[in-house]
């Protein structure tokens, strides 16, 4: 008996040697495949800085005509190529990768005064937001006070929602689910001595939107459209997805990522909740393709012959990376592996570029708007930074 005890003692422990060492096989693969992706991006980045003039921020790149596309600083992407640097720079150290970042910065800082629509997150806060993070300068801080200020300007007290754009002969108030995003600046605001109405409207925003944008398996309508003056929903549709009823990718990868940043703020429970929900719709979702790159709508009825979404990617694996932070160690291993996966897919050849191509930009494949058929299958500015914050969070979280 006691043998047979000594033996089954010995075959455990060496169970667990075995697994231990397979967790520290993948710790150092993973240590390494982060390495070389931001090596690659402090290099590529290079490249792309010479391809973007002054005054304007790049947003894609055709290879059929060899350009960087570029927008004036008033579009919603333009905060992203600014934070990417941040986020390379946050890695390498490299000053002169700081220095473009900086010098970029200077272009947008009008913006804060921007109120034409509600990408003043997107815009000012994935770009001064982290600016502030990484260098502490304080000089930073007065522009995101004043972005939150141009934002809560689309508030709308009768339906308590921010409006994403305003009217047009489509929508008349439209709130679409990628606003959430939006809500980080709000929160920051207040939870770093601003004032308290700040994250108020986050959080009434997020409340509106949780009981108007889902569906009963937790996909999310794109647009929701309202009637401002007496807060009813109008109707629900879509812009950018196949259809009003489908689940567009990226706009589920908004919905994770913004309610798990929600959570972080107020540790509501709610929001928790509905994020693992939205996460486990995109996991077990029956389209997901086996290395985890969603095509550009779950719901495409041209699956599996139809383009993949590497920015929804990105952003939903950031967004698990950190709802790993607050689930159930059950449930976080999870959505730290399904993360891990799409990361290792983006990392290889098929999704990130060749050093020197892409115009500079880290990651291929993208989609941005099919139904308007608008940058289909090509570098996005936000997949490289989702992709470089899913980086960051893997290696300060799970290393
Ligand atoms: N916020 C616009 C988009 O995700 O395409």
């Given at each position: 008996?006691?043998?047979?005890?000594?033996?089954?003692?010995?075959?455990?422990?060496a169970g667990l040697a075995r697994g231990q060492q397979q967790a520290n096989g993948k710790k150092e693969q993973m240590t390494q495949?982060?390495?070389?992706?931001?090596?690659?991006?402090?290099?590529?980045?290079?490249?792309?800085?010479?391809?973007?003039?002054?005054?304007?921020?790049?947003?894609?790149?055709?290879?059929?005509?060899?350009?960087?596309?570029?927008?004036?600083?008033?579009?919603?992407?333009?905060?992203?190529?600014?934070?990417?640097?941040?986020?390379?720079?946050?890695?390498?150290?490299?000053?002169?990768?700081?220095?473009?970042?900086?010098?970029?910065?200077?272009?947008?800082?009008?913006?804060?005064?921007?109120?034409?629509?509600?990408?003043?997150?997107?815009?000012?806060?994935?770009?001064?937001?982290?600016?502030?993070?990484?260098?502490?300068?304080?000089?930073?801080?007065?522009?995101?006070?004043?972005?939150?200020?141009?934002?809560?300007?689309?508030?709308?007290?009768?339906?308590?929602?921010?409006?994403?754009?305003?009217?047009?002969?489509?929508?008349?108030?439209?709130?679409?689910?990628?606003?959430?995003?939006?809500?980080?600046?709000?929160?920051?605001?207040?939870?770093?001595?601003?004032?308290?109405?700040?994250?108020?409207?986050?959080?009434?925003?997020?409340?509106?939107?949780?009981?108007?944008?889902?569906?009963?398996?937790?996909?999310?309508?794109?647009?929701?459209?309202?009637?401002?003056?007496?807060?009813?929903?109008?109707?629900?549709?879509?812009?950018?997805?196949?259809?009003?009823?489908?689940?567009?990718?990226?706009?589920?990868?908004?919905?994770?990522?913004?309610?798990?940043?929600?959570?972080?703020?107020?540790?509501?429970?709610?929001?928790?909740?509905?994020?693992?929900?939205?996460?486990?719709?995109?996991?077990?979702?029956?389209?997901?393709?086996?290395?985890?790159?969603?095509?550009?709508?779950?719901?495409?009825?041209?699956?599996?012959?139809?383009?993949?979404?590497?920015?929804?990617?990105?952003?939903?694996?950031?967004?698990?990376?950190?709802?790993g932070?607050?689930?159930?160690q059950?449930?976080s291993q999870?959505?730290v592996s399904?993360?891990e996966?799409?990361?290792?897919?983006?990392?290889?050849?098929?999704?990130?570029?060749?050093?020197?191509?892409?115009?500079?930009?880290?990651?291929?494949?993208?989609?941005?708007?099919?139904?308007?058929?608008?940058?289909?299958?090509?570098?996005?500015?936000?997949?490289?930074?989702?992709?470089?914050?899913?980086?960051?969070?893997y290696?300060?979280w799970y290393l």
């Amino acid at each position: 008996m006691n043998r047979i005890w000594f033996t089954a003692c010995l075959l455990v422990a060496a169970g667990l040697a075995r697994g231990q060492q397979q967790a520290n096989g993948k710790k150092e693969q993973m240590t390494q495949l982060i390495d070389q992706q931001f090596e690659f991006a402090d290099q590529q980045y290079k490249i792309l800085a010479k391809n973007v003039p002054m005054g304007v921020m790049p947003k894609t790149y055709y290879s059929k005509k060899d350009k960087v596309e570029t927008s004036d600083t008033k579009w919603w992407t333009s905060g992203f190529y600014p934070g990417s640097l941040l986020y390379i720079y946050e890695y390498t150290k490299d000053t002169a990768t700081l220095k473009e970042a900086e010098m970029r910065l200077r272009t947008l800082e009008k913006e804060k005064h921007y109120t034409g629509n509600h990408d003043l997150g997107f815009m000012m806060f994935c770009s001064f937001g982290n600016a502030y993070r990484i260098t502490g300068n304080p000089a930073y801080r007065p522009t995101i006070d004043t972005a939150a200020a141009s934002l809560i300007t689309r508030y709308r007290p009768a339906a308590k929602v921010i409006q994403s754009w305003n009217s047009s002969k489509k929508w008349r108030g439209p709130v679409i689910v990628d606003n959430l995003m939006n809500l980080e600046l709000l929160a920051w605001v207040t939870d770093h001595g601003g004032d308290p109405k700040y994250k108020a409207i986050a959080i009434n925003h997020a409340n509106t939107s949780m009981k108007n944008h889902f569906r009963p398996d937790f996909s999310s309508y794109h647009v929701v459209d309202y009637d401002m003056v007496t807060g009813r929903v109008l109707k629900k549709g879509t812009a950018q997805g196949a259809a009003d009823e489908s689940a567009w990718s990226r706009g589920q990868g908004w919905a994770l990522y913004g309610y798990t940043m929600m959570y972080r703020f107020t540790k509501d429970k709610k929001y928790l909740k509905l994020a693992e929900n939205i996460a486990k719709f995109i996991i077990n979702n029956p389209n997901m393709p086996k290395d985890q790159i969603p095509y550009w709508d779950f719901d495409s009825k041209d699956i599996p012959n139809t383009y993949r979404d590497a920015s929804a990617a990105a952003v939903i694996a950031s967004g698990l990376l950190e709802l790993g932070q607050y689930a159930s160690q059950k449930d976080s291993q999870m959505y730290v592996s399904e993360a891990e996966k799409m990361i290792v897919s983006l990392s290889s050849d098929a999704y990130r570029a060749k050093p020197g191509s892409n115009g500079g930009f880290l990651l291929m494949h993208s989609t941005g708007a099919l139904p308007l058929k608008s940058e289909i299958d090509v570098p996005l500015t936000y997949a490289d930074y989702y992709f470089l914050e899913a980086l960051l969070r893997y290696k300060n979280w799970y290393l």
